[in-house]
């Protein structure tokens, strides 16, 4: 059974940094391009970042591109999201997301909250 | 504002048919798969239909999707009260640094 699990988010203060984690289980990890999406508090959702199976293609939305980066370990079946500078408008519930021929499997979200 | 407009909200009785749309250019839609997202209140959202109308496995075929130029739209038939939720398009845009665009989503109230 497919399984993707965030971790890592919370409270944070503007400007402040936090990680975001992934761990994937039920699958060959390391055959897929793997995303983060997020969703602010009643509102859409929203592409953040995208991370092809070999790391060699990365690309980000333009809301979080030189703020966020994205990265994963293939060894440990893990996705990452480094969030810096964070902004009150960053504050979400953040997914992960398989990509095969679709967005076709999400973990549970974590939340951020960006707040003083 | 959303890259792809939707309605903010449909509403039919059970058993009744209801049909969401979701517009975009040529950037997007035109020349780009649409999916369909489905998210039940306090949950992730869950792929519905895939490429334009295909369903993954384990998706009732009450659900289905098509597209035509710049739009899609996506049909539930034999509504129950299990398919209240809100409604996602996607596709991807290839017009600069745009990535993977979402519509506004469509909140689904089965009366």
């Known amino acids: 059974e497919v399984q993707l699990v965030e971790s890592g988010g919370g409270l944070v203060k503007p400007g402040g940094s936090l990680r975001l984690s992934c761990a994937a289980s039920?699958?060959?990890?390391?055959?897929?391009?793997m995303n983060w999406v997020r969703q602010a508090p009643g509102k859409g959702l929203e592409w953040v970042s995208s991370i092809s199976s070999s790391s060699s293609y990365i690309y980000y939305a333009d809301s979080v591109k030189g703020r966020f980066t994205i990265s994963r370990d293939n060894a440990k079946n893990s996705l990452y999201l480094q969030m810096n500078s964070l902004r009150a408008e960053d504050t979400a519930v953040y997914y992960c997301?398989?990509?095969?021929?679709?967005?076709?499997?999400w973990g549970q979200g974590t939340l951020v909250t960006v707040s003083s | 504002q959303s890259v792809l407009t939707q309605p903010p909200s449909v509403s039919a009785a059970p058993g009744q048919k209801v049909t969401i749309s979701c517009s975009g250019s040529?950037?997007?839609?035109?020349?780009?798969?649409v999916s369909w997202y489905q998210q039940l209140p306090g949950t992730a959202p869950k792929l519905l239909i895939y490429?334009?109308?295909k369903r993954p496995s384990g998706i009732p075929d009450r659900f289905s999707g098509s597209k035509s130029g710049t739009s899609a739209t996506l049909g539930i038939t034999g509504l129950q009260t299990g398919d209240e939720a809100d409604y996602y398009c996607?596709?991807?845009?290839?017009?600069?640094?745009?990535?993977?665009?979402f519509g506004g989503g469509t909140k689904l109230t089965v009366l």
């Open positions: 996607g596709t991807w845009d290839s017009s600069l640094s745009a990535g993977r665009v």
């Open positions: 997301a398989r990509l095969q021929y679709d967005f076709d499997y």
């Open positions: 490429e334009n109308n």
């Open positions: 040529s950037s997007n839609i035109g020349n780009n798969y």
């Open positions: 039920g699958f060959t990890f390391s055959s897929y391009s």
